[in-house]
Structure formats: C-alpha cells, structure tokens
C-alpha cells in the first residue's frame, strides 16, 4: 500500500561505507561482549529469564492503577489519549526536554528513520531479505534525503509517574543472526519533584531481550546534562555510560535537543518525531487508526518479546521467556504430534483401500479363474 513519504529538509550525508555482514561464532561472541558491558553498569537488569520486573518502581504501584496514553492490543483497534504535560500552560510536550544523548558506535550504517521511508506499508522490502543480498529500499550509510533520523514519542502516565518513550526503527540488524527490521527504546521515568514539578528519576534502556533500568543520578551526563548512551555495532542494543566514562570521538552522535554531530562536528541533520498523540510538539501526528501509522506501529511490535513500547516496561506484566520458550515448543510438538497422526491415518486410510482394492482384484481373478476351471469340465 502506497502511503505518503516523510519529508526531510536536509540533503544526504554519507556518515559510513556499507558493512558486509559477518555472522557466525564471531558474532555471537560480540554480542556476549555486549551483554558484560552492558550487565556491568550502574544499572537494574530485567531479568526475563524469571520474569523479575524493576522493584524499585513497581513496588511503588499497586497492580491495578489504571494508566493513559497508548493502547494498541493485537487484534483491537488502537488508541491514543493524550497525556497532558502537568509544567506546561497549554499541556504540550518537548521531546527534546529530557531526551538522552544518543551515542552510535564507530562503522554502525543502519539509523533510525521512518518506517514508511520508501513510501509504502511494507516492512519486509525496507532492508535487505538475506544478509548482504542487494534487494531492499535502504541506503546504507547515509542519513537525510529520503532517510531522515526519525524516531517515535510517546507519553505515559500511572499514578505519579509520567513515562516519556523514544523508539527507534532500523531497517535491518548486522549482529549475531541477520535479520530485517530491528528497533530500540529508551524511557525516561518523571515523577513530582519537592517543588511538584516533574523531574526524570529513572532511565530504561533497551538490550537484546531484556532491559536496564538506571537511577538518574548514576548515569554519565554531557555537556548539556544530558544521559549518555550507546548504541551497539549492528544489534542496536542500547548500553548507557556511567558517570566516570566518556563517549567516543568517532561515528554519529545524536544529542539530546536532536542536533546530530558526526565525529565531534555539527551537521546539517536534525531528529524529528513522529506521535501518536496530538500534544507533542512539532512532531509529525500519525493516527493510530489510519494506514498511515501503521508501518510505525508494526515497528514498535518488534520489541515486543523484550520491551513492549506500547506499555513501559516497568508496570508490564511478564511472562518469563523459558515460559514462552517452553510454550513455543510445546505448540511445535503438538503441531508436529498433529502432522504425524494426519499423515498416519491417512497412510492407515490408503493401506485400507489398498487392501481393499487389492482383495478385489484377487476376488475378481479368482472368480475368473474359476469360472475357466468350470468350463473345462
């Protein structure tokens, strides 16, 4: 389905050559390097593998405090409320106000852009269909033109806390095992400080199949007081610096009034946003019930066996992965139990009228044959 294109004032601009995809071992122990890097910080892991959520937050809320913002359940119509911004006279929201500053490793040649970048609903002809084949509509490398850095805001709200999320679509992933579409979330927590007015408390950061949640006083801050975090080589998973580390000279830095800077100069390159809600400051509103957000939203789906976008991580119910590992399995063995008792009964069926056909044949021989035998005498 052919929909509008997002728009981009500024010009292409090479940030990186093209990368071949290398997978196999060495991938893999990439990404465990990552995950040590990652686990090694200053903060708490989601621990998927038990189902273990941040305490520190949830313990704060009781289960069943309804929340607002963005409803979007499989299968169901989705739905936008519009969160009111509490510190602002007319309840509009800056993403730029708390944004992190986002850190791309050195070689990375796959940023955030609209979904719909090529003009079209279909994700599956955004990156290329296998590793290092030359299909797909992205340009690797390159960001402007018809690849503007893009990303997503959305806000939240559950008891005292006002949940600002920023996702970030990828056309492709170039770690561990290839494959189309990838993504990425980051969700700065406010709370009323002793003023009463909000102030950030908490950063989430996505990572593989899990996330970390840091308090924000312990993360690394730049220049503009702003979190810092990396963005791994390929993965995309999202790893914030502490407060003795500094971010790298080389590769695309996207800072958090959205100015972007490849290797420590400015660009002609700006983030823009795009919103489901309509209190979001100069943000391109998609909604949720149009075509047109549709490509966004199958995006964010993406994250949801590690993240879901739609529901901040921390008030989220969990299912444990070795759960959903052990159910998938079960629904392949009951699949395969079913395969295998079609393919017998309808084996058992084609032996029986083999059988049968066959006995008839022989009847019909013998009843022949007889009949010659009678006729001889």
Known sequence: MSISRPSSQSPELRVSAPRAFQGGAGAQVELAKEAVEALRGPGDALNLMSG?????????????????????ERGAVPRAIDVPNPDSPDGQWDPYAY??????????????????????????????????AGDGHYQDGVVGGRQPL?????????????????????????????????????????????????????????WHHGAILTPWQDLGKDDQGRPMVKVQLGSHALQVLGKDEK??????????????VLDGRPVDQKLAFEAFQTNVKDARYLDPGQAEALPRLEAMRWGEAAVNPFLPSVFEEATPVWQEMAKRGL??????????????????GEVKDGLEKGLGEVKDGAGKLWGKVKGLF
Do not use: C, W
């Open 150 to 206: 893009t990303g997503a805001f959305t806000v939240t709200k559950k008891g005292e806390y006002h949940i600002l999320t920023y996702s970030f679509y990828y056309a492709h992933n170039k770690a561990g095992d290839y494959h189309q579409n990838d993504y990425s979330t980051a969700q700065v927590y406010l709370k009323p400080g002793k003023d009463g007015k909000l102030a950030p408390t908490h950063l989430m950061t996505s």
């Open 331 to 348: 629904d392949s063995v009951e699949k395969g139990l079913g395969e295998v008792k079609d393919g017998l009964e309808k084996g058992l």
């Open 247 to 260: 971010p790298p000279t080389k590769g695309l830095q996207i800072q958090g009034d959205g100015q972007a």
């Open 99 to 132: 944004m992190p500053r986002f850190v791309f490793e050195a070689g990375e040649d796959a940023f955030p852009v609209p979904p719909n970048f090529d003009g079209d609903t279909d994700l599956a002809n955004n990156g290329p269909t296998a590793a290092n």
């Open 52 to 72: 273990k959520k941040f305490r520190m937050i949830r313990a704060e809320l009781d289960a069943s405090t309804p929340y607002t913002g963005l409803h979007a």
